[in-house]
């Protein structure tokens, strides 16, 4: 069973900034990408940043420049550093990572879910 965890959300205003992190627990051979998603109320989620297991990073057009993934495979986390941050990014974050087993002669890649953390920037 594999489980991720985020933190770091809460209420900051306009301009402030917030790290977020998602650590994930299980038994498993490695982690391949990982991303960062968002839902705010009434609207679809969509992804916000993501970090390939190689560090190659992509972004939202909406935060670059504001945000930054980063990860730690040796702690199975991953990191959004969000600054200058607008009312119009709140929303709950979740994060995704693509996580691989071991099916004995094959390997396997399955996606797995955080609950999400909330995020509300507001003065």
């Known amino acids: 069973q594999v489980q991720l965890v985020e933190s770091g959300g809460g209420l900051v205003q306009p301009g402030g900034s917030l790290r977020l992190s998602c650590a994930a627990s299980g038994n498993f051979i490695r982690i391949d990408a990982m991303g960062w998603y968002r839902q705010a109320p009434g609207k679809e989620r969509d992804l916000v940043a993501s970090?390939?297991?190689?560090?190659?990073?992509m972004y939202a057009d909406s935060v670059k420049g504001r945000f930054t993934v980063s990860r730690d495979n040796a702690k199975r986390t991953v990191y959004l550093q969000m600054n200058s941050l607008k009312p119009e990014d709140t929303a709950v974050y979740y994060c995704?990572?693509?996580?691989?087993?071991?099916?004995?002669?094959?390997?396997?890649?399955?996606?797995?879910w955080g609950k999400g953390t909330p995020v509300t920037v507001s003065s």
């Open positions: 995704k990572m693509n996580v691989v087993f071991s099916r004995g002669t094959y390997y396997t890649v399955e996606d797995y």
């Open positions: 970090i390939t297991r190689g560090d190659s990073t």
